[in-house]
């Protein structure tokens, strides 16, 4: 029943059309990430493609575009904006690059780096999202490889990866993601045990790695495993 219950509620939202109106408010948040500093013009691109809204539940649909976290259920929320683009524009995402991305969400993270050319290897811990985002995703035209599994381990057997990226609050920097980098490869992730994190940015100079602290944010835990429900 909560299978059938998920699935209705996305096709609900699937319904729900990419119109002139909504395009308009993708442009207003556009100029708000520019003034926030965001200044790719790919990244910027990727943002006005992307229709968020279709990422949301109706009831948050008249605020889509705004710099605002909305929960997307089990206890998660996807980003604000800002947070997206911010990790995106980090990545230096190249057309064809392969992404590992810790934590698929809603999905809309993946669509961005799909929507910038890249290869996206994206898991999820939380069965609904998981199931939720493997139709979600497709129907939009945006093709990921996606898996359920435990983001601490990553997923070696499908690297390694130009970027990694880790859209959950670490606790510490797990070293089998490390171990998935290729050299020169590049790891953004937020790393603190509190309600806050600072964003680490981490490369892999022959098996040195430099890191990097770029401010403060505020995520969801990271957490070890599949959820039982």
Do not use: W
Not at 53 to 82: C, V
Not at 101 to 126: C, D, H, N, P, Y
Not at 144 to 149: C, D, N, R, S, T
């Amino acid at each position: 029943m909560v299978k059938g219950c998920i699935i209705d509620t996305l096709l609900s939202v699937l319904a729900e059309k990419d119109t002139y109106r909504h395009q308009g408010m993708r442009k207003g948040m556009i100029n708000t990430l520019q003034e926030m500093g965001i200044k790719d013009h790919r990244v910027l691109e990727a943002f006005y493609k992307v229709p968020r809204h279709l990422f949301l539940d109706t009831a948050f649909l008249e605020f889509a575009y705004e710099n605002k976290a909305f929960p997307i259920g089990n206890e998660q929320t996807i980003s604000h904006p800002y947070t997206v683009a911010f990790q995106t524009e980090l990545l230096l995402v190249k057309p064809g690059d392969r992404i590992l991305e810790i934590g698929t969400g809603s999905g809309f993270q993946t669509a961005i780096l799909v929507e910038l050319g890249a290869k996206v290897v994206t898991i999820e811990r939380q069965k609904d999202l998981y199931r939720k985002a493997k139709i979600h995703l497709p129907k939009m035209g945006y093709r990921a490889m996606q898996l359920l599994g435990d983001g601490f381990a990553g997923s070696k057997m499908n690297g390694p990866y130009d970027s990694i990226i880790v859209t959950c609050g670490a606790p510490y920097i797990p070293k089998d993601l490390l171990g998935q980098l290729k050299p020169d490869g590049k790891m953004i992730i937020p790393v603190g045990e509190g309600e806050e994190q600072k964003m680490i940015e981490i490369i892999n100079e022959n098996d040195t790695y430099i890191q990097r602290e770029l401010g403060v944010f505020s995520f969801v835990p990271m957490l070890p495993n599949v959820a039982k429900c």
